[in-house]
């Protein structure tokens, strides 16, 4: 399906997205619904166009079948380009970008490759007119830059000294990012607004949704991609070293990034206790993985770094604490009772904290259980949030 330019004319500006997933991928991660909850929120005042990739993730190649490959497609309130691997080239992005004539480029990442082939495609062709707004979604933080990093400083130095990023709007999750981004474009001046999250999580959820909680056993989740970055293998090592013989259930829910390594920690589960049970369930639907949230007590993620963790607001959502690094803009978890943000550097404190979750009673779980939710429903309803990116794109864009 061709996009005509009399189904494109409008009076709201268009903004052109290049990402490298998009619904209906279940494994993309956080980065697909930076852009859905964009899509979501703006609609109404901007036209929105996503160039992406036609399959799952890096390691599920499969052409999605419930769109079509190489045409635009509507998915809700956005038209979709599904672009095959051979296709990223920049002779189809300058096609795409001259049939929309965009008022506006959003760019959901440094390094995927949709967006980098606009950035080459904007570069050779002196295509500096249109604005670029650029989320780096945390690929800049020191924990994303350790994997692969020979790889992505040789990159980041050939796109420093091509001018690759050079006249672009960068925006950040927190202050904290932006320094990140600064550390390495020293004249960048980021724009700062938080990721956006969707209107509503469970919006039904009641505490009794929660499983009992009896000193002794424990339901604990680790809902996310597994690589290096969300750092599986140590969480594994913690639980290998907790106190013998408690009732401890890990529910491990997502896909695989990172096949040696989810053999290195499959090598750890076999050694593990027999009183500590592995259910492995693999890739899951949004639903599937709220519902699953749902169904444990304890959300644990001992990740090297998020820029913002829409799984994170999810298990809130769904009343489960927290048991993270301090490597999270969700510290104040602490203050408010609703988890633990521990460095990776105490790993006594961590198989500490596994034991009180353990040994926690019913009336204590209950209360911390509330406290997560309500966590999360205040950010929720956080009212200077849209505004924030709202902000940015009139700055950057207009109206």
């Known amino acids: 399906m061709s996009a005509s330019s009399n189904e494109l004319g409008t009076a709201k500006k268009r903004i052109l997205v290049f990402c490298d997933y998009f619904l209906p991928s279940r494994k993309g991660g956080g980065g697909t619904w ?14 929105f166009f996503v160039v992406t990739r036609n399959h799952e993730s890096r390691t599920d190649l499969a052409p999605f079948k419930s769109v079509d490959s190489n045409a635009w497609n509507t998915i809700g309130n956005a038209r979709v380009y599904y672009l095959s691997s051979d296709r990223i080239t920049v002779g189809t992005i300058e096609k795409l970008t001259n049939e929309i004539s965009p008022d506006g480029i959003f760019l959901n990442s440094v390094f995927s490759k949709p967006a980098v082939t606009f950035l080459r495609f904007r570069k050779s062709l002196h295509f500096t007119n ?9 690929e800049l933080s020191q924990g994303a830059l350790s994997i692969k990093r020979w790889k992505k400083r040789a990159f980041l130095t050939f796109a420093k000294a091509f001018g690759l990023y050079s006249g672009i709007n960068w925006k950040a999750t927190t202050s904290y990012e932006s320094e990140e981004i600064r550390r390495i474009f020293r004249n960048s001046l980021p724009h700062v607004a938080a990721d956006l999250p969707p209107r509503a999580i469970l919006p039904d959820f009641l505490p009794s949704h929660k499983p009992p909680k009896e000193p002794g056993a424990v339901k604990l989740i680790y809902y996310s991609r597994i690589d290096q970055k969300k750092n599986l293998l140590f969480l594994l090592d913690i639980l290998s070293r907790v106190k013998p013989g408690q009732n401890v259930k890990l529910t491990i829910a997502g896909p695989v990034d990172n096949e040696s ?57 769904a009343g489960c604490p927290m048991l993270t690094t301090d490597r999270t803009i969700w510290n104040d978890i602490v203050r408010r009772n609703a988890g633990w943000s521990i460095p990776l550097s105490d790993t006594t404190r961590w ?48 109206v």
């Open 34 to 47: 930076t852009v859905v909850n964009l899509i979501d929120r703006f609609c109404d005042r901007y036209d």
């Open 130 to 138: 249109v604005p670029v707004i650029l989320a780096p979604c945390g």
């Open 261 to 317: 390594y989810w053999n290195k920690c499959r090598e750890k589960i076999a050694r593990l206790e027999t009183s500590i049970s592995i259910n492995i369930v693999g890739p899951v639907s949004n639903d599937e993985g709220l519902k699953l949230l749902a169904a444990n007590h304890f959300f644990i993620l001992p990740t090297l770094g998020e820029n913002f963790g829409y799984v994170i607001l999810e298990a809130l959502a």
């Open 351 to 398: 198989i500490e904290t596994i034991d009180r979750c353990i040994d926690m009673d019913q009336a204590n779980y209950l209360s911390m259980s509330k406290n997560a939710r309500n966590k999360a429903i205040d950010w929720l309803h956080a009212s200077d949030l849209e505004d924030a990116t709202e902000k940015i794109l009139t700055e950057v864009i207009g």
